[in-house]
């Protein structure tokens, strides 16, 4: 499904709403280019699991965990070269089930990745508005 934001906060709440729809074992996988929006659209995904610690961008930290409702595992894969790489984040530990996973620049690291993730692409239009596609979940709103 293809949705459009006009601010950081929709983005946020159509993040929320994902989030509402998962359980957890979910990974979403999100690409766009730098600045499209996938830091905020994961923070509204946090907001939904009740996670009150503020979400920042994993990109030096890699893989950052936090606690809600339901763990969030967010993730940046930019850097990611191989298995070897998505080995060391302790990434497989976070596939039991337990956790929804959130991945920044799931692409680069496709291969790598269960089958069957949720997909997130987003694409920046102008200043202030995004377009959204989301596979793997029904219509959100
Ligand atoms: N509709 C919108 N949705 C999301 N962000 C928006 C929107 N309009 C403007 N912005 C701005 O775009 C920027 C998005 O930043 P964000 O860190 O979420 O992007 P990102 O895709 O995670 O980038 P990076 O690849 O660097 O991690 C923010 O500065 C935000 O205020
Ligand atoms: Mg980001």
């Not at 999100?30 to 009150?52: I, R, Y």
């Not at 596939?95 to 694409?123: F, K, N, Q």
Request: glycine share 10%; hydrophobic share 45%.
């Amino acid at each position: 499904m293809e949705y459009r934001t006009h601010s950081p906060a929709e983005t946020r709440a159509l993040g929320a709403a994902l989030a509402r729809r998962l359980t957890p074992g979910a990974v979403v996988g999100l690409n766009g280019p730098l600045g499209a929006g996938k830091t905020a659209f994961v923070q509204g995904m946090a907001e939904a699991l009740g996670v009150e610690e503020p979400v920042v961008s994993p990109t030096f930290a890699i893989l950052c965990v936090y606690e809600g409702a339901v763990q969030l595992v967010h993730m940046d894969a930019y850097r990611l070269e191989d298995a070897d790489d998505l080995e060391s984040t302790g990434f497989y530990d976070f596939l039991d089930g337990r956790s929804i996973l959130a991945i920044e620049w799931s692409d680069h690291i496709a291969p790598l990745l269960p089958e069957g993730i949720i997909r997130v692409a987003m694409a920046p239009l102008g200043e202030t508005n995004r377009i959204i596609h989301i596979e793997g979940v029904d219509k959100l709103c």
